[in-house]
């Protein structure tokens, strides 16, 4: 008999064979997501309403049964896979936005997908900036639980830094709301930030107030190029001193280089094929921009081996697909990534780039980065062939001392994409033993019955020792 199999029974009664699906399709497109390793959901629930919600989590707390919110499944992780098995709570089709133009805030359901967020404040002169590279496909409640971010952050902040309340369910059932649309709240503990990054582990969000800011009136894009890795990252560091603010500072190492001027069939600085680059771009007031650029041109002419304007905004969409092309280009260096999203302090960023080239030199493996340099969250994909045991052992290896060395340079393990299952065998080198017993304090408290995504976290998963789907995503790049 199926696991679980009473219990679902009992919930399809309460809300219907159409919400809660357990034919083979549904239950398989739901049982994996980017991280594509397979476990088997019982079914799925796509809730027409909130209250909904309520129902499942009070039943899986009677029975026991595992619970997985699921916004689009992009979560390169493994955090939306059910690797309990038990029910998967599609969020999907809970996907309202209402834009208040006055107070200049958006009023979202969890299942909205970013980019249309971003579409809607722009409409009315609004803007939301986290913007992970997934935006187009990945829900505001996958954001909120990860604490997701993209290029933007340097500027203007994380996903936390725009969440002004959340209304959801606790893992027990209830129905809670952290904070109002106001700009201020200190009323009590703030819970809102405790669910922010907890990954689906401590409630289900339902629906958020997101902070917006006025529309930028102008951009302007510049790609920079530099001799070595070390140059471009005391470049930036440069730029920064000097009190420059770009609204974005994308760093491609020369592995990154070339993957995506092999994908382009071009070199991107012609003469200087492989060099790191810098895309920046200012944001903001007419006035802000004209002052910025001027600092900018005089700092790339003094810092930069090369440089690029864009002039116009297909030139700058030009100048974007160096950054656009290299990750899906990385498959021609192996089958198989460890896509990593580090942070460092600013002040370990030559330190790190010295690192790097040591770890490529000693692994044997192709290890592309780029990132943000704004932030310090720097994507470093260890690149290997699955067939190959050697490869394959060299990057275990790899991946364990890339964490060590980040944090010990005073660093985090993971900057946006969360821990899921792929950061747990690090978790404990990011956080002492006392840390860990407060945060698995904290969910203990929460969730007693342990429903709301069990195995994650805390308990250590090797990826890389399970076998990976051969499927195709919406938003894979190959
Ligand atoms: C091509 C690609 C590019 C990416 N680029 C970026 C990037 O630039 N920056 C970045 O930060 N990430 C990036 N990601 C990772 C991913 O898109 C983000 O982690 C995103 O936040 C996940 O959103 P989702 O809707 O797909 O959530 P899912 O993957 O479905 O879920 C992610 C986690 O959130 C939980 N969750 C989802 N919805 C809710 C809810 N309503 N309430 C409570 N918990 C919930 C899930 O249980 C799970 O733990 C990328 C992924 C891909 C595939």
Same mark, same amino acid.
């Given at each position: ?56 989590? =009070? ?40 834009? %208040?133009?006055?107070?200049?805030? =958006? ?23 986290? %913007? ?37 369910? *606790? ?21 809102? %930030? *405790? ?40 470049? =930036? ?45 200012? =944001? ?71 690192? *790097? ?43 364990? *001392? ?77």
């Amino acid at each position: 008999m199926m696991k679980f199999a009473a219990a679902t029974a009992q919930l399809k009664r309460k809300l219907g064979a159409r919400i809660v699906r357990t034919d083979g399709a549904a239950r398989r497109e739901a049982s994996f997501d980017s991280s594509k390793i397979l476990f088997d959901a019982a079914a799925v629930i796509r809730p027409r309403r909130e209250a909904d919600i309520g129902v499942v989590l =009070a039943l899986a707390n009677r029975h026991s049964v595992p619970v997985t919110t699921r916004g689009r499944g992009t979560t390169l992780t493994g955090a939306a896979a059910p690797v309990r098995g038990g029910w998967v709570l599609d969020m999907l089709g809970l996907n309202k936005i209402e834009i %208040d133009g006055e107070a200049g805030m =958006a009023h979202v359901q969890a299942g909205a997908r970013v980019a249309e967020i971003q579409r809607a404040a722009e409409a009315q002169g609004w803007f939301y900036p986290p %913007d992970p590279s997934s935006k187009e496909h990945c829900t505001i409640g996958g954001n909120i639980a990860c604490n997701a971010d993209g290029m933007h952050g340097g500027k203007y902040g994380v996903t936390r830094d725009f969440v002004v309340a959340l209304r959801g369910f *606790l893992p027990t059932g209830e129905a809670v709301e952290w904070g109002t649309a106001t700009k201020k709240f200190s009323a009590g503990f703030n819970l809102r %930030d *405790l669910w922010i990054g907890s990954e689906g582990m401590l409630g289900v969000v339902t629906g958020a107030v997101l902070k917006l800011i006025p529309q930028p009136a102008e951009r302007f894009t510049l790609l920079t190029s530099f001799r070595d890795e070390s140059a471009a990252l005391r470049a =930036a560091l440069t730029l920064f001193r000097a009190r420059v603010q770009p609204a974005i500072c994308e760093f491609l190492d020369r592995e990154s280089v070339l993957c995506a001027e092999r994908a382009m069939q071009t070199t991107i600085f012609p003469g200087q094929a492989g060099r790191p680059v810098i895309l920046l771009e200012l =944001a903001g007031s007419k006035l802000e921009v004209r002052e910025q650029r001027a600092q900018l041109l005089a700092w790339a002419k003094e810092n930069a081996a090369g440089h690029r304007i864009a002039r116009s905004r297909d030139e700058a969409e030009q100048l974007w697909a160096v950054r656009r092309k290299c990750s899906g280009a990385m498959f021609e260096l192996g089958d198989a990534k460890l896509n990593e999203d580090v942070v460092l302090p600013m002040r370990s960023y030559v330190k790190f780039a010295q690192f *790097l080239g040591r770890l490529k030199r000693e692994s044997g493996l192709h290890v592309p980065t780029f990132g943000h340099l704004a932030d310090g969250n720097l994507h470093v994909n260890i690149m290997y062939h699955r067939a190959d045991p050697k490869e394959t052992r060299a990057a275990e290896k790899a991946v364990d *001392l890339l964490m060590r060395t980040v944090v010990s340079l005073g660093g985090a393990i993971s900057g946006e994409h969360g821990i899921g299952l792929a950061k747990t065998p690090f978790l404990r080198i990011q956080h002492s033993p006392a840390q860990v017993r407060a945060m698995r304090a904290v969910k203990d408290a929460l969730d007693p019955r342990g429903v709301l995504n069990p195995g994650k976290m805390f308990e250590v998963f090797h990826v890389w020792k399970h076998p990976r789907l051969d499927v195709h995503l919406p938003w894979d790049h190959k």
